[in-house]
């Protein structure tokens, strides 16, 4: 049972970023309470910026880290 997950974005365009980002989270588990979001930063910031921006009923909230290559999306339970 796990109840992280993780997907990276990184080098893909923003509408390919989008449509991986939602197989992910349409295929989420239930049990699985957090996804992290590697989109990086130094290349560029549309899919940061799109990820940020990203909305699906599934995403309680999201966190800004210190990392300013990823953001964690909490899951609806």
């Given at each position: 049972m796990s109840y992280f997950e993780e997907i990276d974005l990184h080098g893909l365009s923003s509408q390919t970023a989008k449509s991986r980002l939602d197989e992910m989270?349409?295929?989420?588990?239930?049990?699985?309470?957090?996804?992290?979001?590697?989109?990086?930063?130094?290349?560029?910031?549309?899919?940061?910026?799109?990820?940020?921006?990203?909305?699906?009923?599934?995403?309680?909230k999201k966190i800004l880290g210190l990392n300013q290559g990823s953001t964690v999306f909490i899951i609806k339970p």
């Open positions: 989270i349409r295929k989420l588990p239930r049990d699985v309470r957090e996804l992290t979001v590697i989109h990086g930063y130094h290349g560029g910031t549309a899919i940061r910026d799109m990820v940020r921006r990203y909305k699906n009923p599934r995403v309680e």
